[in-house]
T-cell receptor, first 114, second 112 residues
């Protein structure tokens, strides 16, 4: 099983450039999430989605946008890259949000903004 | 808001010793708590999930406990091996929350 797949694995951006981080899952999960991980810190939620067409902000949404047109895909858009967005980005999914909701993560995208 | 803390940040043990990893959370109204393993430069691999109604979960050499009243979860790894070297993260999901709140992790080194 592929699970949660993220592309690209690595990317270097110049300040002011834009890019889209891709995330797709093949588990038919309703809930999808984008987290960022900075050194020595826990993962912080950027955006999440509870189903196709429904998205909402997490703890650190500024500078990012998302869309969810299908159950499988949940891309994250950076419009004007800034050095503060240098981080490792993880996409995750879960079937529900209840007590049995185990979260599955992708392999991450390591982004550097210079 | 759920706050999750993991102490210590790093741990080094000789091979064969049992590992005890601690996780503290502030909101006892927790739906579940999940333990993950992260290898350097890699994603998160789910190890165990404990529902709020459970006291512990076991998988092979791994055992995780949950005590909501004290706001603690503990991950035990029996008879540690060098291959257990990794960062271990715990994350809790609140009853009124879609997201997982993560601790910063404990980096474990098992010395051969």
């Amino acid at each position: 099983n592929a699970g949660v797949t993220q592309t690209p694995k690595f990317r270097i951006l110049k300040i002011g450039q834009s890019m889209t981080l891709q995330c797709t899952q093949d588990m038919n999960h309703n809930y999808m999430y984008w987290y960022r991980q900075d050194p020595g810190m826990g993962l912080k939620l950027i955006y999440y989605s509870v189903g196709a067409g429904i998205t909402d902000k997490g703890e650190v949404p500024n500078g990012y946008n998302v869309s969810r047109s299908t159950t499988e895909d949940f891309p994250l858009r950076l419009e004007l890259a800034a050095p503060s967005q240098t981080s490792v980005y993880f996409c995750a999914s879960s079937y529900s949000s209840g007590p049995l909701a185990e979260a599955f993560f992708g392999q991450g995208t390591r982004l550097t903004v210079v | 808001k759920q706050e999750v803390t993991q102490i210590p940040a790093a741990l080094s043990v000789p091979e064969g010793e049992n590992l005890v990893l601690n996780c503290s959370f502030t909101d006892s109204a927790i739906y579940n708590l999940q333990w993950f393993r992260q290898d350097p430069g890699k994603g998160l691999t789910s190890l165990l999930l404990i529902q709020s109604s459970q006291r512990e979960q076991t998988s092979g050499r791994l055992n995780a406990s949950l005590d909501k009243s004290s706001g603690r979860s503990t991950l035990y790894i029996a008879a540690s091996q060098p291959g257990d070297s990794a960062t271990y993260l715990c994350a809790g999901r609140g009853s009124n929350d879609y997201k997982l709140s993560f601790g910063a992790g404990t980096t474990v080194t098992v010395r051969a």
